[in-house]
């Protein structure tokens, strides 16, 4: 059981450049969430789904896009990176409001 | 809105040492409460939670109790391992349907040294 899975683990982009990062689990997990985490700050929700071909805004979405088209999979899409978006980022999951949230192991994001 | 706040790291102690780790969160209704860790290179794993006013969480050792007339989750260990070196964050989740969104406090960097 892999759980929460996250590619790439480490990425460099220049200003500009579009990219996808992937998440995929297999709990068959209902809701999923896009987090940043940065020095300070914790981590703050970008998108989340409630089921596939739902999703939200959270608190940051700016810059970012997302879909779910089935129940395992949810990549952040970088439209145009920016220094800003230089960060941390974690994917994660859980079934039902009273579920634990599960966490990937995070992707390690800088943009030059 | 929502909110959580916990004390600034960070926090360094030696083994052995008694710990404690302030958390206050602001939130509507009754919330459920959350302490996640972070080990270094890692993403973050459950470590313990509480659900309703006077419940205790507990996990390897740490606990908190959920504290409804002081909106409080202190994060609390008898005896501190270096193994316990790592990031800890407060969390809530809101109550009611459909309440799946944490909201994280800033993280607090504890060291441990032999």
């Known amino acids: 059981n892999a759980g929460v899975t996250q590619t790439p683990k480490f990425q460099v982009l220049k200003t500009g450049q579009s990219m996808t990062l992937q998440c995929a689990q297999d709990?068959?997990?209902?809701?999923m969430s896009w987090y940043r985490q940065d020095p300070g700050m914790g981590l703050r929700l970008i998108h989340y789904?409630?089921?596939?071909?739902?999703?939200d805004q959270g608190e940051v979405p700016n810059g970012y896009n997302v879909s779910r088209s089935t129940t395992e999979d949810f990549p952040l899409r970088l439209l145009s990176a920016a220094p800003s978006q230089t960060s941390v980022y974690f994917c994660?999951?859980?079934?039902?409001?009273?579920?634990?949230?599960?966490f990937g192991p995070g992707t390690r994001l800088t943009v030059t | 809105g929502n909110s959580v706040t916990q004390m600034e790291g960070p926090v360094t102690l030696s083994e052995e040492a008694f710990l404690t780790i302030n958390c206050t969160y602001t939130?509507?209704?009754?919330?459920?409460l959350f302490w996640y860790v972070q080990y270094p290179g890692e993403g973050l794993q459950l470590l313990l939670k509480?659900?309703?006013?006077?419940d205790k969480g507990s996990n390897k050792g740490f606990e908190a109790t959920y504290r409804k007339e002081t909106t409080s989750f202190h994060l609390e260990k008898g005896s501190v391992q270096v193994s316990d070196s790592a990031v800890y964050f407060c969390?809530?989740?809101?109550?009611?349907?459909?309440?799946?969104?944490?909201?994280f406090g800033k993280g607090t960097k504890l060291s441990v040294i032999p």
């Open positions: 994660a999951s859980t079934q039902g409001s009273e579920g634990e949230q599960y």
């Open positions: 709990m068959n997990h209902e809701y």
């Open positions: 789904s409630v089921g596939a071909g739902i999703t």
């Open positions: 939130a509507t209704g009754y919330p459920s």
């Open positions: 509480a659900t309703k006013a006077d």
């Open positions: 969390a809530l989740r809101r109550s009611g349907a459909g309440s799946y969104q944490l909201t």
